[in-house]
């Protein structure tokens, strides 16, 4: 049953959301961070940060995925195309509408007979769970999504890899880590049930495919020797960030369950409620069918790959901090299971009626992510922070060259990176760097800039970006805030508000002064 009702339900839905969504949703603190080191691919040929003027290359993020997108911008660039308040996210949602092409695609190749109400289990699936909220932000996973998407049509029904499929399976497994986790359980698992059945007959093909699936990670192992020292300086820094949030996503899954109970009021306590709803059904239910499969399940040529899936899915749950985009992570592992091990879905649907009761109860239910958001934006639309308003006021203010602005808050940067850089000059300054993921001379150096640089700025061409709750006011109408780490303690004298919404504040300052910490950073004199 190939109804074409189902499959126009979910692409109508998905694409509707996220056309929407490319207007309205505000950048995000991730959209800021994996901009800016794209743009270091973009302007420099590596990944990275600014310390002022000065490049510093950055390791704590994915380098695959942040060189594959600087290369986007850098396309972006050579076109003279302008970026305005939206380029940011362009090739982001690219991908995002890519995805239900490659899982029909997927779906077409295994389950011929009913592919279309697949696809729309699976899209309402995503959208009831924490892939959706995650899947606008530039970030990783949808593009890694899509890869494993692509490399599951390719394998269709065949019990053993090609090299193509391995190839593609290993450039998922480099976007993020863990997606090099689900690759690496994936291959591994392969190797050993095709050692079970076919032993080592043919050889060769073993030989080619596991180079196909090597292959990237060695370019990416490459890179990493040559830059050993940052690599294992930055790295080991993150992984000691996230070491210490095990076993606590659970935890804030369970707390979201309790939408009544949200400290910020109702609508924030559904909006984050539904998908822990969803999340921990989905969970239950893929989980549920993989032991209900069993050993029939490990014996079928197409789906056997349930089992690492299904693995890899709870571990990144229990054992990593819950981050937005780690929970859409398994959302979509759980939801990728539960669609392919389905029991006849067809079956739901008899007659007529009935389908156009499904895709149309469908077709709602992927619109509730963008309900909540366009609601907000519908009901006070000039409180929130958006991309467009954003841009309007400070596009104009940037066009002198001269002009920076500093800011401790990442998102107020992708809506303006028309005005990143200008023959070198930084003209956009992020100033919020982890001394978990930087060397201490590079601490050093962001220290000795903000007490030399931004003490000296011109205060007639120097804007600040601010995050509201983050900031404190003095008696004497004064604003302070950290740099993270509490590397340095900036303090300004507030004379002209430019921007404002409910979050955020860029302003201009009468006076700036600095005071750094220096037992965690100290600033060597020059000699």
């Keep these: 049953m190939n109804s074409k009702m189902f499959i126009v339900a979910g692409y109508g839905a998905w694409y509707l959301t996220f056309l929407l969504g490319f207007f309205i949703l505000a950048p995000s603190t991730d959209d800021g961070y994996y901009v800016i080191a794209s743009l270091g691919t973009a302007l420099t040929g590596n990944p990275g940060f600014w310390i002022g003027d000065n490049f510093a290359p950055a390791f704590f993020l994915p380098t695959a995925f942040t060189y594959f997108y600087g290369l986007l911008l850098k396309l972006t660039m050579i076109l003279d195309f302008d970026f305005g308040p939206f380029g940011f996210r362009f090739y982001q949602f690219l991908f ?310 500093y800011t401790s808050n990442a998102r107020l940067i992708p809506p303006l990176i028309d005005h990143f850089s200008e023959n070198g000059n930084i003209q956009l300054n992020f100033i919020y760097l982890s001394p978990n993921c930087l060397q201490s001379h590079l601490l050093e150096r962001a220290n000795q800039h903000a007490l030399t640089v931004l003490t000296k700025s011109d205060l007639q061409k120097t804007y600040w970006g601010l995050v509201k709750h983050n900031s404190n006011q003095t008696e004497e109408g004064a604003v302070s805030f950290v740099t993270k780490g509490a590397q340095s303690v900036i303090t300004l004298i507030p004379a002209d508000e430019i921007y404002a919404d409910k979050g955020n504040l860029i302003i201009r300052a009468s006076s700036v002064t600095v005071k750094t910490d220096e037992q965690i950073c100290p600033v060597r004199e020059k000699r």
């Design 96 to 405: 995002v509408l890519l995805l239900p092409v490659c899982s029909t695609l997927m779906l077409r190749r295994l389950f011929p007979d009913d592919h279309g109400i697949r696809l729309l289990l699976l899209l309402i699936f995503l959208s009831l769970t924490y892939f959706v909220q995650s899947a606008a932000t530039v970030r990783p996973e949808v593009l890694g999504a899509v890869l494993f998407l692509c490399f599951l049509s390719l394998r269709g029904k065949n019990a053993t890899y090609g090299a193509f499929p391995a190839f593609l399976l290993a450039l998922c497994g480099t976007v993020h880590p863990n997606f090099t986790l689900l690759a690496v359980v994936v291959f591994g698992v392969g190797l050993i049930r095709n050692f079970q059945q076919f032993r080592l007959n043919n050889l060769g093909q073993w030989v080619i495919t596991t180079t196909a699936f090597a292959l990237p990670f060695a370019v990416i192992g490459i890179y990493y020797v040559i830059n050993l020292t940052d690599f294992q300086q930055q790295t080991l820094g993150r992984a000691s960030i996230l070491s210490t949030d095990a076993w606590t996503a659970p935890a804030v899954v369970w707390k979201n369950l309790w939408f009544w109970d949200n400290d910020a009021g109702i609508a924030y306590g559904l909006f984050s409620g539904y998908p822990a709803f969803g999340f921990l059904l989905i969970m239950v239910i893929s989980t549920t069918l993989v032991f209900y499969r069993g050993a029939h399940l490990w014996d079928h040529a197409g789906l056997w790959l349930c089992w690492p899936i299904v693995f890899v899915q709870w571990i990144v749950f229990l054992l990593l901090p819950p981050f937005l985009p780690y929970l859409a992570f398994s959302s979509f592992l759980a939801s990728l299971i539960v669609v392919l091990l389905w029991p006849e879905p067809h079956l739901w649907v008899p007659n007529r009626r009935l389908k156009w009761t499904l895709a149309s109860s469908g077709f709602a239910l992927c619109l509730v992510f963008i309900v909540f958001q366009g609601g907000k934006f519908l009901l006070v639309p000039r409180v929130w922070l958006t991309p467009a308003g954003l841009h309007s006021v400070m596009s104009p203010v940037l066009q002198n060259t001269d002009t920076k602005l």
